[in-house]
């Protein structure tokens, strides 16, 4: 039986889960006035104690599939009617300016979300809302996060006790707030790995779907970023792509299914997810889902062909990295084809067919014939619920349609059908109806276009593990205690290299946690150090974080309020409390490995900053599980520079194979780093000069330029290098 495929109903809960870590659609800067707690009896705010949800309820849990009569639910709504004026508690504070709270208790749900059906923020209101610990905080909400209608729908933030804060600063307007609806999640749907390492995946889908961050095809990678999860209504779960127009404009215009929308508000309380994948291949640890946006106009919709084109209020931020796709109107696209998705709202994956899709009919009730493609089998992977609305893309990288359902699974992966953007195109004549007038609003004949990236200055993702690294937890050799974490050597302050930069502007950062505290709170730094040989002057800092907040085996996200402006090098940290009560704090890092560059830095007990692998105890060249959100990267040109006194040259350059360093008059071992223009450091090695003279195997590098910085008895000398 054909089935669409978008229907996970999600309770009446909109959104994207976040950690500490939800800072986008969301978030505008600041944190919460309150001090975090135990739980909300703590929190001094009058407490809303929910009724338990009944029985009913429940009675889907653990089905998989379903059809678009019978969604599949995995929250509970309680509609209310809570606002500043009938409930919670005030403070005013000594400025002037004033503070409300309510706190809320579902006992058992896995997440709590809202829907407010009036949010009307001025200048000077912000709202908050977070765990009572505050190991995850959704805001500020503020003015840029209102809509036309007035309605706002939240990520969820796990757990069963969320707090919300309004802050009114003095003299400020006063706000339009009213909580309509708090969700019950007792399904379990944004579900996470368990504060240990497992090889299983979280979430609910199927196995056989390939992670899309393992996807090693470039174009296939840069069109992942073209795709958001989408709930709406807080009912239903789906997929979708943002694509492109001739304008090339970045109008921020998304195609999913129509079926995704039940409701006449459904892209009102509509919230798109970016950027929710496992990092770099590693399937035991889970993306961060902070970065989102809420509510959309609906542009062009045909019920009978199972398309939809929303335009996002907002557009989203260049931190997201995304990207429009291009698209096609091809009657016979070519192989092999693949959709992007989020099966069951799960991270993003990617299914494969090698050969290409046929015209069908897609026989659910009310469809026009012969307007969609059949996928007959897919090689690698498949769909699920929540798939819905996932674009397919053919052997040149441009979408073609979008998944409207069909009987494909893990077990039997046979017959999806996906819209055809060329049956969309004009089928009817209304623009309201068609794609041709939002999607080719100038070259109107124009068949297809390529994808597009908006942001002139496009910020990357910038990381040090290469797909040769092995990632864990690994234990301090003749001691206790982790080599990038709480040790018997009680090290202070663990940091990632990155740079050298004539310039470049940071934007955030990722880090990876292994090992977290579970029972007793303590308080960590997390810090951004410049310096020349070594992290020497503070850039940035965010003091005294909650250790819980940064979940095991989960991406922690920090987004500046303020982009950074950078040059020469920088480290990003993380800086430990002493004594940890056994409750230790430790990042994933790189296995060691003598042929890798060595990026990882440790302060230790001393106060003194040194290389990873100069720390003794059996430790090596690696990498600590840190990444940074990059813009206008720039490497200092130094192909006619030395930074000390002395003739240093490289030759033969261009070269390949092994090249010769010249430094005049000096003996030793060099340490000889490579760098690629985009600042990535791309080999590392110890180099021994005799009498002025070293060689050095670059056959491990690619074709490219790379700066080449050599240290040296405390002197450092950089140069261009050509390698063919």
Same mark, same amino acid.
């Given at each position: ?59 889907? !849990? ?18 209310? +009617? ?6 919670? +508690? ?169 079926h995704c929308l039940k409701g006449p508000n459904s892209h009102v309380a509509s919230v798109f ?28 919709? =045909? ?28 009657? =016979? ?156 050597r009680g090290d202070r302050a663990f940091a990632e290299h990155f740079g050298f930069f004539s ?15 579970? !029972? ?93 692998? @100069? ?11 840190? @990444?940074?959100?990059? +813009?206008?990267?720039?490497?200092i040109d130094t192909s006619d520079v030395i930074i000390d006194k002395g003739n240093f040259r ?19 071992? =060099? ?54």
């Open positions: 039986m054909n089935v669409f495929k978008g229907g996970l109903i999600l309770g009446l809960v909109v959104l994207g889960l976040g950690s500490a870590d939800i800072s986008a659609q969301l978030s505008h800067g600041g944190s919460p006035a309150a001090w975090p707690v135990v739980d909300v009896y703590d929190s001094g705010a009058e407490v809303i104690e929910l009724p338990g949800i009944p029985k009913s309820a429940t009675l889907n !849990l653990g089905m998989e599939e379903k059809s678009a009569s019978q969604p599949l639910r995995f929250a509970h709504p309680f509609f209310v +009617s809570y606002s500043p004026d009938n409930s919670g +508690s005030w403070q005013c504070n000594d400025d002037g300016s004033r503070t409300w709270h309510l706190a809320i208790k579902s006992l058992g749900a896995y997440s709590i979300n809202l829907i407010f059906d009036r949010f009307v923020l001025h200048e000077g209101n912000s709202v908050f809302i977070y765990t009572p610990d505050q190991s995850a905080v959704l805001g500020a909400l503020t003015y840029q996060n209102n809509n036309p209608e007035g309605i706002l729908a939240t990520a969820p933030i796990p757990g069963d006790e969320i707090i919300v804060e309004l802050n009114i600063e003095a003299g400020a307007e006063e706000p339009e707030l009213l909580i309509g609806a708090i969700n019950h999640d007792y399904l379990n749907i944004f579900k996470v790995l368990e504060d240990d390492l497992k090889t299983s995946r979280m979430g609910y889908s199927s196995a056989c779907h390939p992670e899309m961050s393992c996807e090693a095809d470039e174009l296939r990678l840069t069109n992942g970023q073209a795709v958001a999860r989408l709930i709406t209504d807080g009912t239903e779960l789906c997929s979708g792509t943002l694509v492109n127009n001739t304008l090339l404009d970045g109008k921020p215009y998304f195609l999913t299914a129509s997810t970016f950027n929710y994948a496992v990092p770099h291949c590693q399937n035991n640890i889970e993306g961060a889902f902070l970065q989102t946006t809420s509510g959309s106009f609906i542009r062009a919709r =045909a019920a009978d062909l199972d398309f939809v084109l929303l335009e996002m209020y907002e557009m989203p931020a260049p931190e997201y990295r995304p990207y429009w796709a291009g698209w096609s109107r091809t009657t =016979a696209p070519e192989a092999p084809v693949y959709t992007i998705h989020h099966p069951q709202g799960d991270v993003k994956k990617i299914s494969y067919s090698d050969n290409a899709p046929t015209n069908a009919t897609f026989s659910y009730s009310g469809m026009v014939s012969n307007a969609h493609w059949l996928v007959g089998r897919w090689d690698r992977g498949a769909t699920q619920g929540g798939s819905s609305g996932g674009g397919l893309f053919d052997a040149s990288g441009r979408l073609i349609g979008g998944l409207s359902g069909g009987s494909a699974t893990c077990a039997n992966p046979v017959s999806d059908y996906f819209f055809r953007l060329n049956k969309a195109w004009n089928y009817y004549p209304e623009p309201e109806k068609q794609l041709a007038a939002w999607l080719a609003p100038v070259e109107s004949n124009a068949m297809a276009i390529d994808g597009f990236d908006y942001y002139s200055e496009t910020v990357k993702r910038y990381s040090n593990f290469t797909p040769s690294d092995e990632v864990g937890l690994f234990n301090l050799q003749g001691g206790s205690g982790y080599y990038s974490g709480h040790n018997s310039k470049a502007t940071l934007h955030g950062f990722y880090i990876l946690p292994a090992s977290t505290a579970a !029972l007793q709170t303590y308080n960590v730094n997390i810090k951004v150090w410049g310096g020349t040989n070594a992290p020497e002057v503070e850039l940035w800092s965010m003091n005294n974080v909650d250790a819980r907040a940064l979940r095991i085996n989960r991406e922690y996200v920090v987004m500046l309020d303020s982009p950074l402006a950078l040059n020469g090098n920088i480290w990003v940290g993380v800086e430990l409390q002493y004594p940890s009560d056994g409750e230790d704090f430790a990042l994933y890092q790189t296995a060691f490995r003598t042929e890798r560059p060595d990026n990882a830095w440790v302060r230790g007990a001393d106060n003194i900053w040194r290389k990873l692998s @100069d720390t003794g105890s059996g430790a090596g060249s690696a990498s600590f599980m840190i @990444d940074v959100l990059l +813009s206008g990267v720039e490497l490289i030759s033969p350059n261009p070269a390949r194979g092994t090249i010769d360093l010249y430094i005049y008059d000096l003996s030793g071992t =060099a340490r000889v780093d490579a760098f690629t223009l985009s600042g990535k450091l791309a080999s590392s090695k110890n180099v021994m000069l005799n009498n002025g003279r070293g060689i050095m195997d670059i056959s491990g590098l690619a074709p490219g330029v790379y700066i080449i910085r050599v240290e040296i008895e405390g002197k450092k000398y950089t140069g261009k290098l050509s390698v063919i």
